[in-house]
T-cell receptor, first 112, second 113 residues
Framework: AQSVTQLGSHVSVSEGALVLLRCNYS??????LFWYVQYPNQGLQLLLKYTTGATLVKGINGFEAEFKKSETSFHLTKPSAHMSDAAEYFC??????????FGTGTSLTVIP | DAEITQSPRHKITETGRQVTLACHQT?????MFWYRQDLGHGLRLIHYSYGVQDTNKGEVSDGYSVSRSNTEDLPLTLESAASSQTSVYFCASSRGAEHNEQFFGPGTRLTVL
């Protein structure tokens, strides 16, 4: 069975500071991994995804994530937070089926 | 541009009523999904479909049904609405390959009084 754990349901950072959102997964096979962002009253938008190849994946808006198989992690980072980054972030895993398994989300607050 | 739309965006109904939420995508995707989003639970899968005439139950399917008569639409029906079904509902679609992401609609906020 798949599961996704996002450590920290709420994260606050100062504008310009490093953003680190944590995601760990459990999977019996190498998974496909995704990060989505949700702005208030909107649907989810894809930030980035890992399928195969390079383990460091770059996404939109300056975000990137690194797939670490040994740690079963796919943490999301951004070197310098911007006010517009305030949103809900979801990590998701997809295996050989077509279903996604989502984490419970992390709400990011950016402090001016 | 291709898109995925949901209607209505907001709905208030009473306990016991039947409610249908519409989802329409113009991506020509085979796979379509319905999720509910609740605080502390993230997104939970209700039903999904891999193609016309195909439907499958997800994690929280009790009290919900779907039908897939064409590629573009996957309506979600609440047979007899309950207060526990007050939630935000998202429809999503994806192409068949495993590495492909899901594309989400804007959501429907449903309140059952």
């Amino acid at each position: 069975a798949q599961s996704v754990t996002q450590l920290g349901s709420h994260v606050s950072v100062s504008e310009g500071a490093l953003v680190l959102l944590r995601c760990n997964y459990s999977s019996s096979v190498p998974p496909y991994l995704f990060w989505y962002v949700q702005y208030p009253n909107q649907g989810l938008q894809l930030l980035l995804k890992y399928t195969t190849g390079a383990t460091l994946v770059k996404g939109i808006n300056g975000f990137e994530a690194e797939f670490k198989k040994s740690e079963t992690s796919f943490h999301l980072t951004k070197p310098s937070a911007h006010m517009s980054d305030a949103a809900e972030y979801f990590c998701a895993v997809r295996n050989t089926g077509n279903q996604f398994y989502f984490g419970t989300g992390t709400s990011l607050t950016v402090i001016p | 541009d291709a898109e995925i739309t949901q209607s209505p965006r907001h709905k208030i109904t009473e306990t016991g009523r039947q409610v249908t939420l519409a989802c329409h995508q113009t991506w020509n995707h085979n796979n379509m999904f319905w999720y509910r989003q609740d605080l502390g639970h993230g997104l939970r899968l209700i039903h999904y479909s891999y193609g016309v005439q195909d439907t499958n139950k997800g994690e929280v399917s009790d009290g919900y049904s779907v039908s897939r008569s064409n590629t573009e639409d996957l309506p979600l029906t609440l047979e007899s609405a309950a207060s526990s079904q007050t939630s935000v509902y998202f429809c999503a679609s994806s192409r068949g390959a495993e590495h492909n992401e899901q594309f989400f609609g804007p959501g429907t906020r449903l309140t059952v009084l």
